[in-house]
């Protein structure tokens, strides 16, 4: 195998490995993927991510047929797609610093890598509509303490994504952008297996 295809071999892997580890992080209970604080009496911080809509060290109750959670994981489910079309094309690369990948094997890598980016997008831009789903569920009947629904109700929470006002700010957490993170890098990980593709011969030995 030429220097110019382990080269692009060792970034596709690296790549790959980076998307994974997004994924999983921003998949994890405690990873916050939208939050807001509250400032009152004190500062409030509430949180939501996988493990719920997080106040106050607790867990607050989502409504019955919650707009909030479905939208939230509609995101979790791209997102395991994604760590799974990672994972594949991430075995596939290894296999090739040792054996020959079989062009019909590099136009798989190249196909997955396309739906890998299209997984972390869709889960990235879904999120985009979280604020509406809250307000959505405010509207009937969420609750959280201090009746913070009201304020929320009362702000610009219901048409801005990300903003501030008197009482509080809202905007994405970290879950997000590690989502936003993995949809850029999945993005140039097409073209990296664009080159594998037109390849003449990735990888050692050929694979009968």
């Given amino acids: 195998m030429s220097k110019h295809n382990i080269?692009?071999?060792?970034i596709t892997i690296l790549f790959l490995a980076a998307v994974i580890g997004l994924n999983v992080y921003s998949f994890l209970p405690d990873t916050n993927w939208?939050?807001?604080?509250?400032?009152?009496?004190?500062?409030?911080?509430?949180?939501?991510?996988?493990g719920g809509l997080m106040g106050g060290g607790k867990d607050i109750n989502w409504n019955t047929n919650s707009k909030t959670e479905n939208t939230l994981y509609t995101c979790f489910a791209f997102v395991v797609v994604s760590f799974a079309f990672a994972c594949i094309m991430l075995l596939i690369t290894l296999v090739a610093l040792f054996k020959r990948v079989h062009k019909k094997g590099r136009k798989a890598l190249f196909v997955m890598s396309i739906l890998l980016c299209i997984f972390n997008v869709l889960a990235t831009l879904l999120l985009l509509r979280l604020n509406?789903?809250?307000?959505?569920?405010?509207?009937?009947?969420?609750?959280?303490?201090?009746?913070?629904?009201?304020?929320?109700?009362?702000?610009d929470i219901c048409s801005k994504f990300k903003?501030?006002?008197?009482?509080?700010?809202?905007?994405?957490?970290?879950?997000?952008?590690?989502?936003?993170?993995?949809s850029i890098i999945s993005f140039i990980t097409i073209f990296l297996t664009s080159s594998i593709l037109h390849t003449r011969k990735f990888g050692y030995?050929?694979?009968?």
């Fill in 132 to 155: 509406k789903a809250l307000c959505e569920d405010a509207t009937n009947g969420l609750t959280l303490p201090f009746s913070m629904e009201k304020d929320i109700l009362g702000s």
């Fill in 34 to 50: 939208y939050q807001f604080t509250f400032s009152l009496v004190s500062s409030i911080t509430l949180g939501i991510n996988r």
């Fill in 205 to 208: 030995h050929v694979i009968h």
């Fill in 163 to 182: 903003g501030s006002d008197t009482l509080f700010s809202w905007g994405p957490s970290i879950g997000w952008y590690c989502s936003l993170a993995a």
């Fill in 7 to 10: 080269i692009v071999g060792v």
